[in-house]
C-alpha cells in the first residue's frame, strides 16, 4: 500500500515534474497512447504520471525518461559531485589538524629537511 505523501513541498514537486513530463512529451508531438505504447504503460498510468501521483513506480518515470531522451537525468539526480549540502558537509567533518606520532620529530630531524617518510628525497616539493 502506496503511503500518501504528506508534505505539500513534496507534492509541489511531483505536480511540477508531471507537467514538466507532459510538456517534453507535447514538444515532441507524442501522443498520450504512442507515449504509453512505448513506456510500456496504460495510457492511465501516464495520465498519472503526468498529474503528479505518487504512486506511479519509479520505473515508470524512469522509462518515460528514457523515452523522451532525458534519462541521464534520471542517473545525475543527487551526484555527489553536485551535491552542495553534501560536499559542505564533507569539509566540515575533515580534521581541524593532523597530530603526528610521538617521537616522529626526533626521526624527521635526524634524517633531514628533503626527506620523505619512506626515504627518498622531495627536491620538487611533491610528497606522492
Not at 500500500?1 to 507537467?19: D, P, Q, T, Y
Not at 503526468?50 to 528514457?66: F, P, Q, R
Amino acid at each position: 500500500m502506496a503511503v500518501k505523501i504528506s508534505s505539500l513541498n513534496a507534492r509541489r514537486a511531483l505536480e511540477a515534474l508531471g507537467a514538466n513530463i507532459k510538456t517534453a512529451r507535447l514538444k515532441r508531438r507524442i501522443s498520450m497512447q504512442g507515449f504509453a505504447e512505448r513506456v510500456g504503460v496504460s495510457e492511465s498510468t501516464i495520465s498519472r504520471l503526468e498529474k503528479g501521483d505518487d504512486g506511479v513506480s519509479i520505473g515508470t518515470l524512469a522509462m518515460a525518461c528514457l523515452v523522451l531522451g532525458e534519462i541521464g537525468r534520471i542517473s545525475d539526480f543527487l551526484d555527489p559531485g553536485s551535491d552542495d549540502t553534501g560536499l559542505l558537509l564533507d569539509r566540515a567533518a575533515l580534521p581541524k589538524r593532523i597530530d603526528r606520532k610521538r617521537g616522529s620529530r626526533r626521526a624527521e630531524s635526524a634524517k633531514g629537511e628533503n626527506t620523505l617518510p619512506d626515504g627518498s628525497d622531495d627536491d620538487e616539493g611533491v610528497g606522492f
